[in-house]
């Protein structure tokens, strides 16, 4: 590999930092309107060495010089990061990547290489390049490296440098797949990273520990003058007459008194709560946002004016033989055919560039108009803690058209395909919020649900189907029956998990023997902290323990509910039969995290029992020490006491005691980790203990000393949330409110008050002269 002299067509011409930074505008749309951040924070490129990456990499090293406050999505840029990822495939590119580091330095940027390790990924003694799909396996390395580099530096722009011709041939790929108009779009120019699903603070994630850290990347904090005209404004509202408001707005309120008014509205929400009989709030949890973003600059350049960049201003870059290979990747056959063979013209890359762009803006076009229906549906409950939302959907109903080529049977056939299409787009809306799987189905695969819930795009001559549960994409569709036997509302909720499909598990380990030996319980320290693991596709958990097992996120299964409940004090157990009964009924319960230990506990958080007691040492073997030819015999000790150690000695076992500390204790702590596999084998064979119920915030008396956790909800994307409309008790609330204002007229006729205006005492007078 290295540099070579291409040819270059003389109308090419290299691209001008203006230029790229136009395209960097039109690409990095900001994420956060409301980020007010002024710090320059570093931008992160992907580099292979080709000329594509040289190019972005010198592009990049020129837009600070070029524009000292430009913006990448939300905060100015300061210098380049360069990420090179070795994937270790073939021999010699240890070398190559050093090269590529080192023109990389000459351009003032500074360079991190990620090495791929195969063994860690695929075991030991794999050959990867004898993979049938080792380019998908690198592609995903790669993109997990990229991630894991970006969460390290916490830079949330990675640049990559797809180019025009690699768009032309994703689309041919994906034409000769069988695409349709959605795939035939191509690559987008801003996506988020892909392959990182189960990376906290890489993928959707890690905004509201950024929002808590000393330096955010998302500054969100109003500046000077925004503070002031916040505090000026609190002044004004802080100086108004109350006395004065109060007497301008009673005759418009109809109210002979506020003070009567807003009582009888207290009294009417306590006559709510009585017969309501309302759970315990659900404890806040916060939705997760941010991650790694992919911006792809140089979408509208093409290869030969990234060749004449490279060339113009002298920049070095590195073939790989590997992508001239057409029998390799699908890629490489693909450039094979359309550079070397003249494809018809409906081939060729302007018509199908053009071919793109179409079906980008009808893909737009039928975004906007789900967007649009969306706006008709109520939804007025969505509830993270549980995974259940609430939707009210709208008539759909289709809108008349004058031409008579539309009534035709035809016209009318093409008009109902297309409104089914939208609602269609409007369910993978809704079922974003609550499925639990990666990739939704696609909007073709719903027609039947479709129909089902929009009655009126039935297809003509056929019956809508019936209102009933329905299960697609996880997500469990329940009707909420109102008059005529219709369905009112419709409840989204996780679907029960099948008795045949593995329950989904999230394993955190306890704190290792070293901390917890020569120690009672109560003095046992923790490892901090676990990293967030992403359960179930839908909640982020991580805990922080005591426990010398290991804890399990698995769902509540209804075995478990029983022994669980009668742990429980009173006041809990009442607590969590309201909760189950108002935000979880039915098989919705049986979809809530729980946290599991395979081991009982309940000695060591109650009791303060010794672990491990030291009669079951015994049992695993005589105490043994060294002698010093190097032969193990048995020790003197005896009951595996040592001179001056008692046996709840509260010396803290270090990294190094183990090789340090005496035959005796290095036996008993053998012992100690041999007693502990072997009741981890025999608890397999028991049902695990369910300790906590994390989303309900109920747990076992005394765990909260032992396990603490923190438990977030995926992202949900902003439009949704904004329709979320709590209208809670709103019906009866004006209901009441009419009654009260009937009261008030029907005193005011009768003469029991006196009404405040003139018009008002002569419309009286004249109905009392009648």
């Known amino acids: 590999m290295g540099t070579i002299p291409p040819v270059v067509h003389s109308t090419a011409r290299a691209i001008t930092p203006r230029e790229f930074l136009d395209a960097l505008h039109a690409t990095c749309n900001p994420r956060f309107p409301y980020d007010r951040g002024r710090s320059h924070k570093p931008i992160a490129l992907a580099i292979s060495g080709g000329v594509d990456s040289m190019a972005l990499a010198y592009l990049s090293a020129k837009i600070r010089p070029t524009d000292y406050w430009f913006r990448v999505a939300d905060h100015p840029v300061s210098n380049p990061v360069a990420y090179i990822v070795n994937h270790n495939l073939r021999k010699g590119m240890d070398q190559e990547v050093k090269q590529v580091a080192k023109a990389l330095n000459e351009l003032k940027i500074f360079a991190t290489v990620a090495k791929i390790q195969w063994d860690q990924v695929l075991g030991k003694g794999v050959d990867p390049n004898k993979l049938p799909n080792i380019e998908t396996l690198a592609r995903q390395q790669r993109y997990r490296k990229l991630g894991a580099l970006c969460q390290s530096c916490r830079t949330m722009s990675l640049f990559t440098a797809h180019h025009e011709d690699d768009q032309y041939e994703t689309i041919l790929m994906r034409l000769l797949s069988g695409h349709g108009y959605r795939g035939m779009r191509g690559m987008r120019p801003a996506t988020d990273i892909p392959e990182c699903y189960n990376m906290h603070g890489v993928y959707q994630s890690g905004f509201i520990d950024d929002q808590k850290s000393k330096h955010p990347v998302w500054n969100l904090y109003p500046n000077r003058a925004e503070r002031n005209k916040i505090l000026r404004a609190l002044r004004e509202d802080v100086n108004v007459d109350l006395a004065g408001f109060a007497e301008k707005a009673q005759p418009m309120m109809w109210r002979t008194d506020l003070k009567d008014a807003f009582s009888a509205d207290q009294d009417y929400d306590e006559w709510i709560a009585r017969s309501n009989k309302p759970a315990p709030p659900l404890p806040t949890m916060d939705l997760e946002d941010g991650g790694v973003m992919v911006y792809r600059p140089l979408m509208h350049f093409d290869k030969e004016r990234l060749i004449a960049t490279c060339l113009e201003n002298k920049v070095p870059w590195f073939e790989d033989h590997t992508n001239t290979d057409p029998t390799l990747t699908m890629r490489n056959a693909v450039r094979q055919m359309w550079k070397n063979h003249k494809l018809p013209e409906a081939l060729q890359k302007p018509a199908i560039l053009r071919l793109a762009e179409r079906c980008r803006k009808r893909v737009a076009f039928e975004e906007a108009e789900a967007d649009r229906l969306l706006q008709n549906a109520l939804i007025p409950h969505f509830e993270p803690s549980t995974g259940t939302l609430v939707v009210q959907l709208p008539k759909f109903r289709l809108p008349r058209i004058s031409r008579l080529s539309s ?152 075995e478990h509910q029983k022994p669980f409940r009668e742990a429980l004090d009173e006041q809990s157990r009442n607590d969590l039969a309201a909760m189950l009964k108002r935000y979880a009924p039915g098989k919705i319960r049986y979809t809530l995290p729980a946290i599991y230990s395979k081991v009982d506990l309940t000695g060591i958080m109650q009791r303060d029992e010794y672990w491990p007691a030291m009669e079951e040492l015994y049992k695993y073997g005589p105490l043994r020490k060294r002698t010093a030819d190097g032969k193990w015999v048995e020790d003197d000790v005896k009951n595996g006491e040592e001179e001056g150690s008692t046996e709840g000695e509260e010396s803290e076992v270090r990294e190094g005691e183990l090789l340090h500390s005496s035959p005796s204790k290095r036996a008993r702590l053998m012992q100690a980790w041999a007693w502990e596999d072997d009741l981890r084998e025999k608890s397999e064979e028991k049902p695990p203990q369910l300790l906590a119920l994390p989303t309900l915030g109920i747990q076992l008396p005394g765990l909260e000393d032992w396990v603490r956790w923190e438990i977030r909800y995926r992202k949900v994307e902003p439009q949704m949330l904004h329709m979320v409309k709590r209208r809670k008790f709103m019906p009866r609330r004006r209901k009441v409110r009419g009654e009260i204002r009937m009261s008030y007229r029907h005193m005011l006729f009768s003469g029991l008050i006196k009404p405040r205006y003139p018009s008002l005492r002569r419309r009286r007078e004249m109905s009392k002269s009648k």
């Open 407 to 558: 009534k035709s049977p035809e016209g009318r056939q093409k008009r109902l395909d297309h409104y089914r299409y939208i609602a269609a787009l409007l369910l993978r809306k809704l079922l974003s919020m609550v499925t639990p799987e990666r990739e939704l189905n696609q909007a073709a695969q719903l027609d039947h649900l479709a129909s089902m819930l929009f009655p009126s795009l039935a297809q003509d001559g056929t019956e809508p189907p019936p209102p009933k549960p329905y299960v697609i994409c996880g997500v469990h569709f329940l009707p909420m029956m109102g008059p005529n036997n219709q369905p009112f509302r419709w409840l989204l909720t996780r679907a029960p998990y099948a008795s045949n499909v593995p329950r989904p598990c999230t394993e955190f380990y306890g704190t290792v023997i070293k901390l917890r030996w020569g120690k009672y319980p109560h003095q046992w320290k923790t490892n901090g902290w676990s990293s967030f693991k992403l359960y179930d596709g839908r909640y982020w958990i991580r805990l922080i323990t005591r426990t010398p097992a290991s804890l399990y996120v698995m769902p509540f299964e209804i």
